[in-house]
């Protein structure tokens, strides 16, 4: 009896499996995606649930460059980031708000791991993987990359840090992470304003110029 207690309590405080998490969090974006009057705002308050997004822009960024930012400038990257994710990964879920999710396998190394999925949306089917880190064995999984159609949101961000980088340093690179996040925050308000859902937005950190 009393280990079967035991058992019962340490199942229940273990951590969520990555597939496990990918589903509630697909299953909540859509509740909140449907639900009347849904901003983007409020979709992505539930979405940083499950995605870390400072994890996201850390691993885009890149070690080399990460390590070379002082606190400072890492606060700053990290938090104008996190809001620019927050705005577009948003304003792309409440797109697919309809779509219908198939689940394949789950693929766990170390504290890694790689769920795939299939979005049908009307008749198209579209590959969707998440990836997943956790920061010790018994920590909970989070989602730090989407890879949609072979195309990685993490490489995506690292081409354009990189190019930007190169061409106008880290404070350029600031400086126009800024400049889209306060047009996306600007479309996000309009739409709010309207009592609409915004339209999906492409995973771009914005061209240079």
Known sequence: MIASLLAAT????????????VKTGNADVQKAANAPGATV?????????FVDFEELAKRALGEKAWTGLTAAQRKEFTDTMTGLLRASYAQKAIGQAQAEVKYGKEAVEGNEATVN???TVKKDQLPVDYKLYRTSAK???RI????????????????????????????????????????????????STKGGAA???????????
């Open 10 to 21: 340490l199942l229940a405080a273990a951590p969520a499996s990555p597939l496990s998490v």
């Open 41 to 49: 705002q409020s979709l992505a308050t539930v979405v940083e649930k």
């Open 117 to 119: 999925t299939t979005l």
């Open 139 to 141: 920590g909970e999984w």
């Open 144 to 191: 730090y990359d989407v890879i949609t159609d072979e195309v990685s949101l993490v490489s995506t961000y690292s081409g354009q840090f990189r190019k930007l980088l190169a061409d106008k340093g880290f404070d350029g690179l600031l400086t126009t992470l800024k400049s889209k996040r306060a047009q996306l925050e600007k479309e996000n308000a309009a739409q």
């Open 199 to 209: 339209a999906p937005a492409a995973p771009a950190a914005g061209k240079g110029g």
